[in-house]
């Protein structure tokens, strides 16, 4: 028997203690890899967003959601990339410096952006100063606006001297910093003010306090009327109504609601960005806006983006599952994957199992097979002239039954116990039949 066979043999016999302990090795092998692969699967990814505002507001308020997306051990968790303003983080993003951003629909190259949330709306406040005379665009004929966040707001001024041929009218526009806004309108060097601001009770102070404040005067608010033909055009942009007394309460101011303009803050992402993240993203900051909204009133504008085939910035594919209610568990996504990868294993062990037989038949394919071995030694045996060649017929017998059950472990084709025994008893019979047929006298020795 040759080393390889008793290797075999010796390993069928392990002792029961032995086998428990590699089996419970196995098993805690195969464990310990699915608990690696569960969580290398449910591990929180971190997404860098730019974020910026004239006022810092804005990364305070991404930075609370962030904190929330930690506490509820969401899925997706923020590195907030702080930036001086709404044109920095979109420059931020549009390079590939970040994943996400704050943007405003008006501003910066957005052409790889997909809209995941609206985090606020901002309007157009065109005020004039108390007891002026100026109650709609026309009456701007000859006079310089200041405009806060001039840069910023380039594009809205564009588009209110393009629908109002304010060139023609000889309107300025001239950009002020908050701070200097009061002075100038002391100073007559403005005659009206721009403000995009959202319409929440901070901002809405903050531009009622540059202003005298008495019961019998008060701010003008300008009207955009001309808003909804704007917006057809400069899609960035919807027409909206500032209601009645948004500035003051009694009496209010505007004694009756006022059409503007209003333009978005949207969580914007890249394209690339894996759909089941970005929908699982939007589920946690949409509930973790619920737990800040006290804390920052602006996130009451939180709403879903447009989510049309024709929307003016698409929606993140992402994003609208979560919005349409189409997100699909882990096993509606993988369960092809779960049902097809035992076939697929199964096959490719039988294709290999093949392979293996194939070439270890190539391998044995010079062996003469065992049963025309043992014939041939019988054509041998009756005609072997003395006892020492019949000696070693007897010995190629014991080889070829060695090899025989050597074999057998390796191909199942190899010949049964039972047929080699009856074959090497047969062969035997011929020895000592012949050994007796040698032995006998020959009739001239009589």
């Known amino acids: 028997m040759d080393d390889l066979s008793r290797l075999r043999i010796d390993s069928a016999r392990l002792p029961s203690w032995l086998r428990i302990i590699v089996v419970l090795t196995l ?3 195969a464990g310990g890899a699915s608990l690696f692969a569960y969580s290398w699967y449910v591990r929180p990814v971190t997404l860098s967003i730019a974020v910026g505002s004239l006022d810092g507001d804005a990364p305070r308020i991404v930075s609370a ?57 901002a309007v157009a406040l065109l005020v004039a100063p108390p007891g ?55 100073a007559k060097e403005i005659r009206a003010v721009l403000f995009v601001v959202p319409l929440s009770e901070k901002y809405v102070s903050l531009v009622r306090g540059l202003f ?26 919807e027409s ?38 970005i929908a699982g993203f939007t589920q946690a900051i949409t509930s973790a806006r619920r737990d800040v909204l006290a804390e920052f ?81 019988g054509r041998r045996i009756r005609h072997a002239e003395n006892e020492a060649e019949l000696l070693q017929i007897a010995d190629q017998i014991d080889e070829v039954l060695s090899a025989q059950r050597a074999r057998a472990d390796e191909d199942e084709s190899t010949l049964d116990a039972a047929t080699l025994n009856v074959a090497a008893h047969r062969l035997e019979n011929l020895i000592h039949d012949r050994k007796a047929a040698l032995a006998a006298p020959t009739s001239g020795e009589r």
């Open 212 to 237: 005298p404040q008495n019961p019998k005067s008060a701010p003008v608010l300008i009207p955009i009327e001309n808003a909804g033909a704007i917006a057809e055009t400069e899609r960035a942009y």
């Open 27 to 29: 098993a805690m092998l």
């Open 297 to 377: 009133p602006v996130l009451a504008q939180f709403k879903a983006p447009d989510t049309d085939a024709g929307a003016y910035l698409p929606v993140h594919p992402g994003a609208a599952e979560f919005y349409n209610g189409s997100q699909v568990s882990f096993l509606d996504k993988w369960s092809n994957a779960i049902f097809l990868a035992p076939m697929a294993l199964g096959a490719l062990a039988t294709v290999l199992a093949a392979a293996w037989k194939f070439l270890r038949t190539g391998e044995l394919k010079p062996r003469e097979p065992a049963l025309d071995s043992l014939y041939a030694l």
């Open 132 to 186: 002026s005379a100026i109650t709609d665009l026309a009456g701007l004929k000859r006079t310089t606006v200041g405009v806060v966040a001039g840069e910023t707001n380039q594009k809205i001024v564009s588009a209110l001297t393009k629908a109002y041929d304010l060139n023609r009218a000889n309107t300025a526009f001239k950009s002020i910093a908050l701070d200097q806004v009061r002075r100038a309108l002391d």
């Open 65 to 121: 959601l962030a904190s929330r997306l930690v506490v509820s051990n969401a899925p997706v968790r923020l590195k907030v990339v702080e930036t001086s303003g709404a044109i920095e983080s979109a420059e931020a993003f549009s390079s590939g410096k970040t994943d996400l951003a704050v943007v405003r629909g008006d501003v910066g190259d957005l052409s790889q952006a997909q809209a995941i949330v609206v985090l606020t709306e």
């Open 240 to 277: 909206f109504d500032i209601p009645k007394g948004t500035l003051r309460g009694s009496p209010p101011v505007p004694a009756d609601d006022v059409t503007t303009l209003k333009v978005s803050f949207y969580i914007v992402g890249m394209k690339s960005l894996d759909n089941d993240m």
